[in-house]
């Protein structure tokens, strides 16, 4: 397996220098070698990239993903965290939806005020029970 510099595996996984750096003081990666002051990493590192973005994009913190390599930089994903992460997205997603249907009701509501309408009433005590 060849080796990328920094500059490199920058350009390719649009992750700039800094973050690299960032990530492999945390210990999320590791680069194989240095040309001279520059480092130098393994192809795998752009997998390992992939995956940080995806549990990120997910809402997990660094610490959370770094728990999810093995000690060589293996993923190791553990599936029940997986699925209770997939849950409480899907909450999200329904709540969200929820909220674009307020907001879309409130923009085209016809009623003289919003608080006079019935439709857009009964979607308030809806969020009011998704906040208990």
């Given at each position: 397996?060849?080796?990328?510099?920094?500059?490199?595996?920058?350009?390719?996984?649009?992750?700039?220098?800094?973050?690299?750096?960032?990530?492999?003081?945390?210990?999320?990666?590791?680069?194989?070698?240095?040309?001279?002051?520059?480092?130098?990493?393994?192809?795998?590192?752009?997998?390992?990239?992939?995956?940080?973005?995806?549990?990120?994009?997910?809402?997990?913190?660094?610490?959370?993903?770094?728990?999810?390599?093995?000690?060589?930089?293996?993923?190791?994903?553990?599936?029940?965290?997986?699925?209770?992460?997939?849950?409480?997205?899907?909450?999200?997603?329904?709540?969200?939806?929820?909220?674009?249907?307020?907001?879309?009701?409130?923009a085209d509501c016809?009623?003289?005020?919003?608080?006079?309408?019935?439709?857009?009433?009964?979607?308030?005590?809806?969020?009011?029970?998704?906040?208990?």
């Amino acid at each position: 397996m060849g080796l990328l510099d920094i500059g490199v595996l920058s350009r390719r996984s649009g992750v700039p220098a800094s973050t690299l750096r960032y990530y492999e003081e945390v210990g999320l990666i590791q680069s194989r070698a240095r040309r001279g002051l520059r480092r130098q990493y393994g192809e795998e590192t752009l997998t390992q990239l992939m995956l940080i973005f995806l549990g990120k994009t997910a809402g997990f913190s660094l610490q959370e993903i770094g728990e999810m390599f093995d000690k060589d930089g293996a993923p190791n994903l553990p599936r029940p965290v997986l699925h209770a992460r997939a849950d409480a997205l899907e909450r999200q997603i329904r709540r969200l939806a929820a909220l674009k249907d307020t907001l879309r009701h409130v923009a085209d509501c016809p009623a003289p005020s919003h608080m006079q309408c019935p439709h857009f009433q009964k979607l308030l005590r809806i969020s009011q029970r998704e906040l208990d």
